[in-house]
C-alpha cells in the first residue's frame, strides 16, 4: 500500500476470471471497477501461464502479478510485477504497465518504488532487472529514479539492475 495505490498480488480466482474474461467477476473479486481498455494490455497474455503457475505452486503467489488500485477512485490502474521466484543467483525480472489515463502522475514510480522495497525485504532476492525501449523516456526515467544502473543493450532494447547491496 502507498499513499495512492493499493497492490494486491494477482490471486488464482482473479487470474481465472481474467482468462475468461468475466469483468463482472473480476471487478467482484476486487471490490473495483476494472476499466475496459485495461483487457487491452499487454499482460492478459500471460494469465493463462499465470493462473497453471499458481495451481502447481501456490508459493508464486506475489513473485509474478500484482495488480494496481488506485485508491481514490476504487479503479484498477495497471499491473506490475515479476517473472516468478527469485533464481539461483537471487535475481528476478520486473516488469509494470499503467492505463494511458493514469500516466504522467507518478503512479508507475510509486507502484513499483513500493514494490521493489517490499521485495527486497525477501532473504533470497539479491537483484533484480528490468528491460525497457531505448526510446521509452518515461520507463528510463522510472528506472533510473530507483536506482537502476543500464548494463546492456541489445539493438533497440536496454537491460537494467538493482542489486540489494545498492539500496
Not at 499458481?54 to 503467489?61: E, K, V, Y
Not at 518504488?113 to 532487472?129: C, G, H, N, P
Amino acid at each position: 500500500m502507498t499513499q495512492r495505490l493499493e497492490l494486491l498480488p494477482c490471486s488464482l480466482e482473479v487470474a481465472q476470471a481474467v482468462v475468461t474474461r468475466n469483468k463482472f467477476q473480476v471487478e467482484k473479486l476486487l471490490g473495483v471497477r476494472v476499466p475496459d481498455n485495461w483487457y487491452g494490455s499487454e499482460v492478459l497474455d500471460i494469465f493463462p501461464m499465470y493462473g497453471q503457475v499458481l495451481i502447481d505452486d501456490p508459493s508464486q503467489l506475489g513473485w509474478a502479478i500484482w495488480l494496481m488500485i488506485h485508491i481514490a477512485d476504487s479503479t484498477l490502474i495497471g499491473d506490475l510485477g515479476f517473472i516468478g521466484k527469485p533464481d539461483q543467483t537471487g535475481t528476478v525480472e520486473m516488469g509494470y504497465e499503467v492505463l494511458s489515463a493514469y500516466r504522467q502522475q507518478g503512479f508507475a514510480f510509486e507502484a513499483v518504488e513500493a514494490l521493489v522495497d517490499f521485495t527486497f525485504t525477501q532473504q533470497e532476492l539479491k537483484r533484480i532487472i528490468a528491460h525497457t525501449p531505448d526510446d521509452h523516456v518515461a520507463s528510463i526515467r522510472i528506472l533510473k529514479k530507483l536506482g537502476m544502473q543500464q548494463i546492456a543493450r541489445n539493438e533497440n532494447l536496454l537491460k537494467w539492475e538493482l542489486k540489494l547491496e545498492s539500496r
